[in-house]
């Protein structure tokens, strides 16, 4: 027998993956703005609590290989500042970090301004085991990320 699901005003739905993203569609090209609040009219639709946004680990406008363009973590975190639903997850490439950029992450840690680290693995050339993540490792263990 078919149930049907009834929204329980006593149940969160949390959006653990999302981003803030421009790819090819014509209104999705507008800007990283926009399509922040084209998603917070999408989670109220929806009844979506809460959501993570993924940040970009490349700078801001660059195109991954899909096309897709993210907003970096310092934008991120300025895109959602005062949107008491929407929490960051702050992103780095392992092949092109600096001592300054585990600095900032960590910091942003510190301060609550990312709730974790994503590493783009299906983007970058390299592996999970591969040296270089592991200062990033490191952080998030210190951290408890």
Same mark, same amino acid.
């Given at each position: 027998?078919?149930?049907?699901?009834?929204?329980?005003?006593?149940?969160?739905?949390?959006?653990?993956?999302?981003?803030?993203?421009?790819?090819?569609?014509?209104?999705?090209?507008?800007?990283?703005?926009? /399509?922040? !609040?084209?998603?917070?009219?999408?989670?109220?639709? =929806?009844?979506?609590?809460?959501?993570? $946004? *993924?940040?970009?680990?490349?700078?801001?406008?660059?195109?991954?290989?899909?096309?897709?363009? /993210?907003? !970096?973590?310092?934008?991120?975190?300025?895109?959602? =500042?005062?949107?008491?639903?929407?929490? $960051? *997850?702050?992103?780095?490439?392992?092949?092109?970090?600096?001592?300054?950029?585990?600095?900032?992450?960590?910091?942003?840690?510190?301060?609550?301004?990312?709730?974790?680290?994503?590493?783009?693995?299906?983007?970058?050339?390299?592996?999970?085991?591969?040296?270089?993540?592991?200062?990033?490792?490191?952080?998030?263990?210190?951290?408890?990320?």
């Amino acid at each position: 027998m078919l149930q049907v699901l009834r929204f329980n005003p006593y149940v969160m739905i949390i959006d653990a993956h999302t981003h803030v993203t421009k790819f090819e569609k014509p209104e999705f090209q507008e800007g990283f703005e926009k /399509n922040r !609040d084209l998603l917070l009219a999408e989670m109220k639709a =929806s009844k979506v609590s809460r959501a993570l $946004v *993924i940040a970009g680990y490349l700078d801001n406008d660059t195109a991954n290989p899909y096309g897709w363009r /993210n907003p !970096d973590t310092e934008r991120m975190i300025d895109l959602v =500042s005062g949107i008491g639903n929407l929490a $960051v *997850i702050g992103s780095a490439d392992p092949l092109k970090l600096t001592p300054d950029k585990l600095a900032r992450l960590e910091s942003q840690i510190d301060r609550r301004q990312i709730l974790g680290i994503k590493i783009y693995l299906g983007y970058q050339a390299h592996f999970a085991n591969d040296p270089s993540c592991a200062p990033i490792f490191e952080l998030c263990q210190k951290s408890g990320v």
